[in-house]
């Protein structure tokens, strides 16, 4: 694709986000820093609790030098981290992000407060000087700050005055800064939580009634723009949940331990996203694999869902957020059936919409092959493609792009352009079944088809029944002809057995498998990639229906729970 084929809509985002970058480069020179001087706080008034979970072995790595941030180890050789040059950017976004303070903090040593204190002196010392560079990035100070907050006490255990009036400068510039720069932020996950640190702060240090009613004003808009009615985020990430409601909750909480009433749009958002989390999640925990959903830390969900007190079973249909659900017995089917966020929030949105997960008791056996949000971009664009969803695709192309012109990713990211525009659903439930009709035009410019898809579940569970077709618009031209593939991922623990009958078994268990059928298509079974796995990227299978869209255009498939067993594929 050539720049001069790029749409008004990415010309626009361009032209914005080198407007924010210039803005931010100013008011990171002589002409704005004085703007970040001034008084330094007294004191310290609270310490926000922080719900990340923390590992006291992970402080005595830390201690010997070995630093894993970002899925990516680095031993120091005894010098500050801070002094190395790494070309990794997840670990220096990590690394100067100082959520690591965590493990210190838990360890509960005078070891451990004396290396938290030398780290964090370390980099007052080489970047609190000077605002430039990644270590300054606004989302990187926003979770700098709010770490720092929230572990000062270990910071600050055994700190003498000059150390303690350090870091309390350093506090309050970082708080300066972002302030003057989080309105230029792009839109999404890192601007909100940048107003949540902003409103930690003004909690935690001593400041004016009228800062704080600015930090909680600005706060509440965000949350009202950005948190969906039924708790999703307006990325469509399941992801984004997990880590705003890491920072709400404790804020919440710092707002009542500080006797100040938390503000209504906080406590409605946080009421909204728990079920919103619930509904992403598989009985297993996993959280499905949607729009930048990677592997799932089962802990960290359900230290987050203890807060939830609504109770109840989550919504079949989260409307606003573009997914459906279906659960019956053990059984929950979970399915992406809303076109793509928003531009400038699709840089981790995938091209998979109408794709569904399925899971049954503790087991995934249908899935999406998620994306490994540790090891860099190196696989990124393999996991967004529609390939890797359990859905359709025409010609082995994707319904959406996401590769611009060499150098236009440093500007505008990678957003899907070109998507599905028009989504239709229609829920279909019943006494006995659960149900929906999902369409998207996303292969209409190319080929003339709109792809359709009807889920059924019945049995109590046992019985999901599947219905794809391909559908030429009215008062269009004739669609072109094209190969079809629609494919199904299992889950790398589950294995794959054909019985005599020719059909396709799924074992999860001994007492939980399913046989896969399909009439008129002959299922084969073809090498995958699960990028969600805990140790990186590895090999897993799917089920692949291949055809004509001039010889068929409809194919009706189904997953049915049985306990019969036959030979391995």
């Given amino acids: 694709m050539q720049a001069s084929g790029l749409s008004p809509l990415l010309w626009d985002?361009?032209?914005?986000?080198?407007?924010?970058?210039?803005?931010?480069?100013?008011?990171?020179?002589p002409a704005y820093r004085w703007r970040y001087s001034g008084r330094t706080p007294e004191r310290l008034l609270i310490a926000p609790p922080d719900l990340r979970l923390a590992d006291p072995e992970t402080a005595r790595e830390i201690y010997n030098g070995r630093f894993l941030l970002g899925g990516h180890l680095v031993e120091t050789g005894g010098e500050s981290p801070f002094l190395l040059d790494i070309d990794h950017?997840?670990?220096?976004?990590?690394?100067?992000?100082?959520?690591?303070?965590?493990?210190?903090?838990?360890?509960?040593?005078?070891?451990?407060?004396?290396?938290?204190?030398?780290?964090?002196?370390?980099?007052?010392?080489?970047?609190?000087?000077?605002?430039?560079?990644?270590?300054?990035?606004?989302?990187?100070?926003?979770?700098r700050l709010i770490a720092w907050l929230q572990h000062s006490a270990i910071v600050l255990q055994g700190a003498d005055l000059a150390s303690y009036r350090q870091y309390l400068k350093m506090l309050a510039v970082q708080v300066r800064y972002l302030r003057s720069v989080t309105g230029e932020m792009p839109d999404g996950e890192e601007r909100l939580r940048a107003r949540t640190a902003l409103a930690f702060a003004a909690l935690s240090l001593p400041t004016s009634p009228s800062a704080l009613r600015t930090a909680t004003r600005h706060l509440s808009t965000e949350l009202d723009r950005q948190i969906l009615p039924d708790g999703g985020h307006i990325s469509r990430n399941p992801r984004v949940i997990l880590e705003l409601?890491?920072?709400?909750?404790?804020?919440?909480?710092?707002?009542?331990?500080?006797?100040?009433?938390?503000?209504?749009?906080?406590?409605?958002?946080v009421e909204r996203m728990l079920p919103a989390l619930r509904f992403f999640r598989h009985r297993d925990g996993s959280l499905a694999r949607f729009n930048g959903m990677g592997v799932t830390t089962h802990d960290r969900v359900a230290a987050i869902l203890r807060h939830d007190d609504t109770g109840g079973a989550p919504l079949s249909h989260a409307r606003h957020s573009g997914y459906q659900r279906l659960s019956m017995g053990s059984t929950t089917v979970i399915a992406d059936t809303a076109a793509p966020p928003p531009l400038e929030l699709s840089n981790m949105a995938h091209a998979g919409c109408l794709s569904f997960e399925l899971s049954s008791g503790r087991n995934q056996f249908i899935v999406n092959c998620g994306v490994d949000n540790l090891s860099g971009e190196a696989y990124r664009p393999l996991a967004r493609a529609t390939a890797a969803h359990s859905t359709a695709t025409l010609n082995d192309t994707s319904q959406a792009r996401f590769a611009l012109p060499a150098g236009w990713d440093d500007w505008v990211g990678t957003p899907l352009v070109s998507g599905p525009r028009q989504v239709e659903c229609r829920r279909e439930d019943a006494a006995d079944a659960q149900g929906f009709v999902a369409s998207h035009d996303g292969y209409v410019t190319r080929f003339g088809l709109i792809h359709e898809r009807k889920l059924t579940l019945t049995q109590g569970g046992a019985l999901l029944q599947g219905v794809d077709r391909f559908i030429q618009p009215p008062d269009s031209p004739p669609a072109r002809p094209a190969s079809a593939a629609i494919r199904f991922h299992?889950?790398?623990?589950?294995?794959?057995?054909?019985?005599?009958?020719?059909?396709?078994?799924?074992?999860?268990?001994?007492?939980?498998?399913?046989?896969?059928?399909?009439?008129?298509?002959?299922?084969?079974?073809?090498?995958?990639?699960?990028?969600?796995?805990?140790?990186?990227?590895?090999?897993?299978?799917?089920?692949?229906?291949?055809?004509?869209?001039?010889?068929?255009?409809?194919?009706?498939?189904?997953?049915?729970?049985?306990?019969?067993?036959?030979?391995?594929?």
């Fill in 245 to 269: 409601l890491a920072d709400l909750l404790p804020l919440r909480q710092t707002y009542a331990n500080q006797a100040e009433a938390p503000p209504p749009a906080l406590v409605g958002a």
């Fill in 490 to 569: 299992i889950h790398p623990d589950i294995q794959v057995y054909r019985d005599d009958a020719g059909m396709l078994i799924l074992a999860g268990d001994v007492t939980d498998t399913w046989v896969f059928s399909c009439s008129g298509v002959e299922p084969v079974v073809e090498e995958s990639i699960f990028f969600a796995a805990v140790a990186g990227p590895c090999r897993s299978r799917q089920i692949v229906l291949h055809f004509r869209t001039s010889d068929r255009a409809e194919v009706n498939w189904q997953l049915s729970r049985t306990h019969s067993f036959a030979e391995s594929v």
């Fill in 13 to 29: 985002l361009a032209a914005r986000q080198a407007w924010r970058r210039l803005r931010r480069r100013l008011r990171a020179g």
């Fill in 89 to 143: 950017a997840f670990w220096l976004e990590e690394l100067h992000g100082f959520r690591w303070l965590r493990h210190l903090h838990a360890a509960q040593t005078e070891l451990a407060a004396a290396n938290a204190r030398a780290l964090v002196s370390d980099w007052i010392t080489l970047h609190g000087r000077r605002i430039s560079g990644l270590a300054w990035h606004p989302a990187v100070t926003a979770r």
